[in-house]
Every structure is written in structure tokens, then in C-alpha cells.
């Protein structure tokens, strides 16, 4: 099982998470906490072999955090296995 925590609060957990470059993709029904939501950023990004990221801020309780998390819609085909999961930075949350 792995979750991410934010302010001391799980805001994500699962063991079904997609492993890219070291980082932990969630499925987009494991982030859930009482007080917490993604919020679309307008941030964006390109990865030549993932095709066009997404990003959210997360709000806490009041507290929002630009760019937590990002995500790909519409995943290029090597990496249609994260379509649908949603990755955190990990500046600015706990994963373990």
C-alpha cells in the first residue's frame, strides 16, 4: 500500500499504483480525504514519450498548493497505462 500525505493528512491510497521514473501513479479514485480537493491548474507540460501533462492544485482546509499533482488525459502509447492515474510532487507531499 502506498499513500501520500499533506499536512499530516492521507489525501491518497492505493496498491494498485503505475511505477514512471520513480514516481507513483495513482488511480484517480484514490485520492480522496475529507477537506481536501484537486483543483485544475492551468499549468501544463510536454513529455515526448507521455505526450501532455495536466496539473492540479491541491486545497486542503482552506490551503491551496499550485501544482501538486499532474496528470496525463490523453497519454501518448507507451504510456497509456497511466491514462487515468494521477502523479503528486514530492516537494510538497509524502509518499511512502
Known amino acids: 500500500m502506498v499513500q501520500v500525505t499533506f499536512n499530516g493528512k492521507v489525501?491518497?491510497?492505493s496498491d494498485d499504483t503505475v511505477v514512471v521514473?520513480?514516481?507513483?501513479?495513482?488511480?484517480?479514485g484514490a485520492v480522496e480525504a475529507?477537506?481536501?480537493?484537486l483543483i485544475e491548474s492551468s499549468t501544463r507540460s510536454?513529455?515526448?514519450w507521455k505526450?501532455?501533462?495536466?496539473?492540479?492544485?491541491?486545497?486542503?482546509d482552506g490551503e491551496v498548493v499550485k501544482d501538486i499533482a499532474?496528470?496525463?488525459?490523453?497519454p501518448l502509447p507507451k504510456a497509456k497505462?497511466?491514462?487515468d492515474h494521477v502523479a503528486f510532487y514530492k516537494n510538497k507531499v509524502i509518499i511512502e
Open 81 to 83: 497505462h497511466i491514462k
Open 11 to 13: 489525501i491518497a491510497r
Open 21 to 28: 521514473e520513480n514516481n507513483h501513479y495513482f488511480p484517480i
Open 51 to 60: 505526450g501532455q501533462a495536466f496539473y492540479y492544485d491541491g486545497s486542503l
Open 70 to 74: 499532474w496528470y496525463y488525459p490523453e
Open 34 to 37: 475529507e477537506g481536501f480537493s
Open 46 to 48: 510536454f513529455c515526448p
